[in-house]
């Protein structure tokens, strides 16, 4: 007796798939956004990651800024390197621990961010444009829950 294959209950609608559908849209915003410090900062799309979380959480290990901005190690560490080459970010040895290095951002880094962060801001405020307050506040809350939830079905795994 052989085996026939069934086929799906319903077809995969890319277009219309929850997790395409937020990949491609945060493509969109992140690209949109290193369009506006690109050119004049000459950073990549994780180099600014970087610089955000050392912005607002330093200091912090590579490991701690990889969870912050949920990047695999190694784009951290050349983001890192890139960075500290340019003088941006500072690595300091832990005495207590001297196989960890925690990173904060240089004098010069601090000057970049405080110029990038009045630009992401604003980008973020016309993003936001599109939806009413009461909209945005329920995003904000839908988007909370749908990564809190996300987490755990990924912890369960």
């Known amino acids: 007796m052989s085996k026939r294959l069934q ?3 319903r077809a995969l609608e890319l ?3 929850l ?3 937020l990949s491609v849209l945060a493509q969109l915003v992140s ?3 290193h369009d506006l410090y690109a050119g004049t900062f000459d950073l990549t799309v994780t180099q600014w990651r970087v610089m955000a979380a050392l912005g607002r959480f330093a200091p912090l290990t590579a490991s701690d800024v990889g969870q912050r901005i949920v ?3 190694v784009a951290v ?3 890192v390197a890139g960075l500290m080459a340019r003088g941006l970010v500072e690595r300091a040895t832990v005495p207590e621990d001297r196989r960890r290095a925690l990173l904060k951002l240089s004098a010069k880094g601090r000057t970049m961010h405080a110029r990038i962060v009045p630009l992401a801001l604003d980008y973020e405020k016309q993003l936001y444009a599109a939806l009413s307050t009461e909209e945005r506040v329920q995003f ?3 988007n909370d829950r749908l990564f809190i939830h996300a987490q755990a079905l990924r912890q369960s795994r």
Do not use: G, Q, T, W
């Open 77 to 79: 560490s050349r983001a």
């Open 15 to 17: 277009e219309n798939f």
């Open 71 to 73: 990047m695999d190690k």
């Open 31 to 33: 690209e949109s956004l």
């Open 19 to 21: 997790p395409y559908r």
């Open 140 to 142: 904000d809350r839908l």
């Open 7 to 9: 086929a799906p209950s």
